[in-house]
């Protein structure tokens, strides 16, 4: 019978063309002290040998599993792994990243002490072949998280949650559709805890993602998706819309409604 005090955690792994790193990850996933654990794997319609890699793990890990899809995007793929886990907790992660073997069962601790607490995270580090770098994230709260993100997509939160939050938005097609779920999954209530350990390690790579949707035009596009979604959210925090020089939003939506502008 299933330990109700050990519940299943599902880590799902979107992957597209990260073969020369994704053996790695899932090893990485697998090291985890937590049990029980499953993996799942989703093939994003890679080009490369991903999908031939993480079939050719599949007897060596038996909690493994496969998703092959073709290409829909990384939110389509996370919300493919997670419709299909088993786990009531869920940690997406990466197809190029790592976590500390610790990270998921500490994180699974608060969950079950705390039914409050919708998501754990913990510090990180970015990585990539020359070694490891601090990442300063800043502290949580509602208001900073309608100015910028610091909660990186390798968090735990309950598959009813993201459930409920509609899960990640796949038609956000201009990055950091992580940003847009953690709003939706926190805007109306819910207690965020970060681990004081360092149990995420996010590798740099040179045509990463991040980068890719870093120009003023996809911050532009961002921004407006954000707004007409969470208008009521900016409003509540920022009194008024999300501004391309993001930290004066509230300052100069007070301005506007001072002068009537707004």
């Known amino acids: 019978m299933q330990d109700p005090q050990k519940p299943i955690v599902s880590v799902i792994i979107p992957c597209y063309n990260q073969a020369g790193y994704l053996s790695e990850t899932i090893q990485s996933a697998f090291e985890s002290d937590h049990r029980p654990l499953e993996v799942i794997v989703v093939n994003d319609g890679s080009t490369d040998s991903s999908l031939q890699v993480t079939l050719s793990l599949l007897e060596k890990y038996e909690a493994l599993e496969v998703i092959d899809q073709e290409n829909a995007g990384v939110a389509s793929a996370r919300n493919a792994g997670i419709r299909q886990a088993k786990g009531d907790f869920i940690l997406p992660l990466d197809g190029d990243d790592k976590i500390h073997p610790q990270y ?55 598959k009813k949650d993201w459930k409920e939050a509609g899960g990640f938005s796949e038609d956000m097609t201009m990055g950091r559709e992580d940003w847009e779920f953690w709003i939706k999954m926190l805007k109306n209530g819910g207690e965020v805890v970060q681990l004081p350990m360092v149990g995420f390690f996010y590798r740099l790579t040179p045509n990463s993602k991040r980068k890719r949707t870093g120009t003023d035009q996809k911050k532009r596009e961002r921004i407006a998706y954000l707004n007409e979604k969470h208008a009521d959210f900016f409003e509540q925090e920022l009194l008024g819309p999300l501004r391309f020089q993001r930290t004066w939003s509230r300052p100069y939506n007070r301005l506007m409604k001072l002068l009537g502008r707004l």
């Open 104 to 158: 998921i069962s500490k994180a699974v601790s608060v969950l079950i002490s705390r039914p409050a607490v919708k998501v754990v995270y913990c510090k990180g580090k970015k990585f990539d072949e020359n070694g490891f770098k601090d990442w300063n994230l800043k502290p949580f709260s509602r208001r900073a998280l309608a100015r910028d993100n610091m909660i990186f997509v390798s968090a735990l939160f309950r």
